[in-house]
T-cell receptor, first 117, second 114 residues
Framework: DGGITQSPKYLFRKEGQNVTLSCEQN?????MYWYRQDPGQGLRLIYY???????QKGDIAEGYSVSREKKESFPLTVTSAQKNPTAFYLC????????????????FGPGTRLTVL | AQSVAQPEDQVNVAEGNPLTVKCTYS??????LFWYVQYPNRGLQFLLK??????LVKGSYGFEAEFNKSQTSFHLKKPSALVSDSALYFC????????????FGSGTRLSIRP
């Protein structure tokens, strides 16, 4: 899992609550990503950030929010607007030059399993 | 639409036999191709990637993959399977035109029996 940490490993949320998932990297990577993994569906991109103070929506951004105030950190908030949040959430990072296509590999954290009670 | 397909949900192989996990893609231009492995309740681990050059790419843990442009495939292979290879494998493609986004396949569960 390299130099990417995610916390907590397991998270339980009640209906109507917002929760924040932490992602930190010490790889000095510019780009960071959040994915959602559901059984049989592979990974789907929620948000990504190529540089500090900038981020873009991925394919399934509704009901989620992010911030990128520091290069090392890219927290994901799952809001009450996300109707089906139970899933495994993966954070990743890569060396990336903003705005340019890159061959750089994405490296993943260990994941957070979120369950709605 | 750009996509990646892993046609087999599960592949079963006896230990010591060769294994193949299939991947085909549909993207415009020259793609960058990746294989990742995921063990239970863990993040994805990078195995190998194809950018350009030799069509046969060697990666971690004895795995290799062959890029076939005419068949738009990037199958993962290993000459002799180990029980410890049992895991979930993802193929991914990064379209040349995409600055950041990678498209993942739905995954293939590889099961190696002793």
């Amino acid at each position: 899992d390299g130099g990417i940490t995610q916390s907590p490993k397991y998270l339980f949320r009640k209906e109507g609550q917002n929760v924040t998932l932490s992602c930190e990297q010490n790889l000095n990577h510019d780009a960071m990503y959040w994915y959602r993994q559901d059984p049989g569906q592979g990974l789907r991109l929620i948000y990504y950030s190529q540089i500090v103070n900038d981020f873009q929506k991925g394919d399934i951004a509704e009901g989620y929010s992010v911030s990128r105030e520091k290069k090392e950190s890219f927290p994901l908030t799952v809001t009450s607007a996300q109707k089906n949040p139970t899933a495994f959430y993966l954070c990743a990072s890569s060396i990336e030059v903003a705005g340019r296509s890159s061959t750089d590999t994405q490296y993943f954290g260990p994941g957070t399993r979120l369950t709605v009670l | 639409a750009q996509s990646v397909a892993q046609p087999e949900d599960q592949v079963n192989v006896a230990e010591g036999n060769p294994l193949t996990v299939k991947c085909t893609y549909s993207v415009s231009g020259n793609p960058y191709l990746f294989w990742y492995v995921q063990y239970p309740n863990r993040g994805l681990q990078f195995l190998l990637k194809y950018i350009t050059g030799d069509n046969l790419v060697k990666g971690s843990y004895g795995f290799e993959a062959e890029f076939n442009k005419s068949q738009t495939s990037f199958h993962l292979k290993k000459p002799s399977a180990l029980v410890s290879d049992s895991a979930l494998y993802f193929c991914a493609v990064r379209p040349y035109s995409s600055a950041s986004k990678i498209i993942f396949g739905s995954g293939t569960r590889l099961s190696i029996r002793p």
